[in-house]
């Protein structure tokens, strides 16, 4: 892979901002090796080389500091929010620095790792405590932050809805192994920015506040032992400001230490997998199920599909999933392993567990008490109690078994890559969250490999890269006023009728601050694509159907066919009569573009304009190219609300404008 480079130099300064980047390109190795430096120790300060320059760790305040190539200086952390104490003497080692923190049990490396700094703690402390760095953003005034809330943002600093109650960001803390889809932010400032990756996301949160206008992120890491976080690691890189260089730092990072996925791969392993390609994703309900239902979508000229269906009484029959099949479509149920109630009151089948499963699974607090379930209904299982199970009783084998005899070559399973991770205080079956985490992988691993299946889950953190085939979720850069929108049963819709529930089929309208945040792509950015399109499909959240939001239909395509990731639908008999055309068409102009460029990595992202309206990527070497319009102008042909695409060997675009579905091939 290759860092992204600015390759327009004429704009005005004044556009030359993370989050309105005119123009990037690809040039030069990402991780070639950074110059021949040594290490310098100078009293409490340790000089180590990255690629770029020369980053500066003050060991009494843990400000870290870089100096360039060009000469300029960065800021890559301000001293630390908590003090880490009086440092002792810094020792130099053959790759950097050791020195500790007598006063509060922290012992502490910084080293040179393949261009990066990477900042190493470990708690020798018996009390657990809390450090609060890096602390991030008090640089340039013009400056963006990169946040990877779903498919990725990349939002100017002193941008004042960002920085408003409305936008719910600024205040928060985000939990890096649940609420980021990478565990990773960057800062960016013209031409120069910094990636900050955390390989040691679980203990370690993200908190965004407003200072004077403009936003800070500070790390903070808990080191406990019981939750076994005592060590806390921050590797840094400077980039070249581009909005996506943290994901492809990041993207770099997986690929080095062997946990890059590789959807080729996963086709040649499982051969079902190979139907991703092309294909959009719906749930289906009612008719829509049945072999017919199955049989007039691919009469519409649907030739690829993911189709699945609830865990309810009314399962796709084995005809309907062999038409499935023979229509080219992957198919296969929800599924959760997660969830536990009592057999005599559940309101879900895949609640219900043999023997004592439930509640002898169920994992508890430190007080003994059960983890209430979602929504407060029964509780949250322990992956541990289930790996420890599986090898005599064979309860998630039996489940899988029971809910693919219908044929089904696919399995969607709810929360397990979603990064909702628990510590156990069972004495029967005591896990970590990193525990928990090991077995929800080994798991989804049998799912896979063992069980040869099209695997996917809900908004999976990278982490789970290497065994999900897809994803519906980390699509979806959520903001918590979608949670209060969907409670509003009146406007959102609830769960029914049972063949088209308007929870799902009701069209609704999005809180305006809402939509600014999820939808304006101004401030969209591809870092999970950037770091993850060749290893599995993305999609967005389920229960957020192509129809369900009907003022961000066109946006939520252009951004689709502009990041090579499939629309999602719920459909039903009746839905199928009355929109399986429009659904049939935009099929049609995705499906050879993903079959083409589904395995490729993408190779570029750019801004073409400075309000950001017009975007454009690459994937592989040339293999798709693809320019958004989201504006209303048209620039250099392109109409606005339209999608240029040209695969290799094209003559000439194609074209999609998704508001009239009209489809130029």
Not at 485 to 490: H, I, V
């Amino acid at each position: 892979m290759h860092l992204f480079t600015s390759c327009r130099t004429a704009r005005a300064a004044a556009v030359v901002l993370a989050a309105t980047l005119p123009c990037i390109t690809l040039a030069g190795p990402a991780h070639a090796a950074a110059p021949a430096q040594t290490v310098r120790v100078h009293g409490q300060s340790v000089d180590l080389p990255v690629r770029g320059g020369t980053a500066t760790v003050d060991t009494a305040t843990l400000r870290v500091t870089a100096r360039t190539a060009a000469g300029g200086t960065v800021e890559l952390s301000a001293p630390a929010a908590t003090a880490p104490g009086a440092p002792g003497a810094v020792t130099a080692t053959a790759d950097g620095a050791r020195w500790t923190y007598p006063g509060t049990g922290l012992e502490v490396t910084a080293r040179a790792d393949k261009g990066r700094l990477l900042v190493g703690f470990r708690s020798t402390g018996a009390a657990d405590r809390t450090l609060k760095w890096p602390v991030t953003g008090a640089g340039s005034a013009a400056s963006a932050l990169q946040l990877p809330r779903g498919e990725g943002l990349s939002i100017p600093a002193r941008d004042t809805f960002w920085n408003s109650p409305a936008a719910k960001l600024a205040g928060s803390e985000i939990a890096m192994d649940s609420g980021l889809s990478l565990p990773l932010w960057g800062w960016s400032a013209g031409r120069t920015g910094v990636s900050y990756l955390v390989p040691t996301d679980i203990g370690t949160t993200l908190g965004v506040t407003s200072e004077q206008g403009a936003l800070r992120a500070t790390a903070a890491h808990a080191f406990s032992r019981g939750e076994d976080t005592t060590d806390y690691t921050v590797a840094f890189s400077l980039t070249d400001g581009s909005p996506v260089a943290p994901a492809l730092d990041y993207r770099a990072w997986l690929k080095e230490h062997g946990r890059l996925g590789s959807l080729k791969r996963k086709i040649a392993a499982v051969p079902a997998n190979e139907k991703l390609l092309g294909a959009f994703h719906a749930y289906t309900w009612g008719p829509a199920r049945t072999a017919d239902g199955v049989r007039k979508l691919r009469a519409l000229g649907v030739d690829r599909m993911w189709l699945g269906y609830d865990a309810d009484d009314q399962p796709m029959t084995p005809a309907a999933v062999k038409a499935a099949k023979e229509a080219g479509y992957l198919v296969g149920p929800y599924d959760s392993f997660a969830n536990g109630q009592d057999p005599q009151k559940s309101d879900a089948p895949t609640s219900v567990w043999p023997d004592e499963v439930y509640p002898g699974f169920c994992v508890r607090r430190a007080d003994g008490s059960p983890e209430p379930g979602f929504h407060d209904r029964g509780c949250y299982l322990s992956t541990e109690a289930f790996e420890k199970a599986e090898p005599t009783r064979h309860y998630l084998a039996d489940r899988t078994r029971k809910m693919t005899a219908n044929g089904a070559d696919s399995y969607f399973l709810d929360v397990d890559a979603a990064g909702e991770l628990y510590r156990d205080h069972s004495a029967a079956h005591p896990q970590t969250k990193a525990r928990d985490r090991a077995g929800r992988l080994a798991r989804m691993k049998r799912l896979a490999d063992g069980d040869r299946l099209a695997l996917g889950s809900e908004s999976a953190g990278a982490w789970a890269n290497e065994v999900l085939s897809y994803d519906h979720g980390s699509g979806t850069p959520v903001h918590d006023g979608l949670w209060e929108a969907q409670r509003d049963k009146a406007k959102w819709g609830g769960y029914t009728p049972a063949k088209a529930p308007g929870v799902f089929f009701k069209p609704a309208e999005l809180p305006a601050a809402v939509a600014k945040a999820m939808y304006d792509p101004a401030y969209r950015v591809p870092l999970y694509e950037t770091a993850l399109h060749d290893s599995l499909v993305n999609a967005e959240r389920w229960e957020l159907s192509y129809d369900k939001l009907p003022q961000q239909k066109t946006d939520r395509a252009l951004l689709a066919m502009l990041y090579n990731t499939p629309l999602n639908f719920v459909i039903s008999g009746d839905s199928l009569e009355k929109q399986g055309s429009e659904l049939a068409a935009l099929q049609k102009y995705f499906s050879p573009l993903h079959k083409a460029a589904g395995t490729e990595p993408m190779t570029d992202f750019r801004t073409l304009t400075g309000d950001r309206t017009v975007q454009r990527t690459a994937f592989g070497d040339g293999t798709l190219t693809v320019t958004a319009n989201f504006g209303t102008k048209a620039y250099e042909g392109l109409p606005g609300g339209c999608v240029d695409a040209k695969l290799k060997g094209d003559k000439k675009p194609r074209r999609l404008c998704p508001a009239t579905v009209n489809v130029n091939p």
